[in-house]
């Protein structure tokens, strides 16, 4: 399983460098969120998918589950979904005050 989900990683981190590297600004946007699901999925798959109890005190247990990597990617779900929203926002004032959301023409217009 492992295996499996990194390999998805791996398309995940293939098919957002090429969002990134486009001039749109929304699949620039697209891009940063889906390499953040990347990430997250990196992150679980590292953590592996072992099964255990929960570690509470008292227990007699043979085996514990790791939840660090649960709480890494809790926390990395939360700010991707913060730099996603402030993203989003300046591309929907940018092409407010443009009138386009074509990196190249932005660049174009600053020039003059």
Known sequence: METLITILSGVLVTVATYLLL??????IILGSAILSHAANLLLMAMGGFEKGNVPLLGENA??????LPQAL???????????????????????EENGTDNLEALRGNNDE
Do not use: C, H, P
Not at 22 to 27: D, E, G, K, L, V
Not at 81 to 90: E, K, S
């Open 73 to 95: 990617i809790l926390t990395a779900i939360v700010i991707s979904f913060g730099v996603t929203a402030i993203f989003l926002v300046l591309a929907y004032r940018t092409y």
């Open 22 to 27: 486009s001039q749109n600004m929304i699949r």
């Open 62 to 67: 043979s085996g514990f589950t790791d939840a």
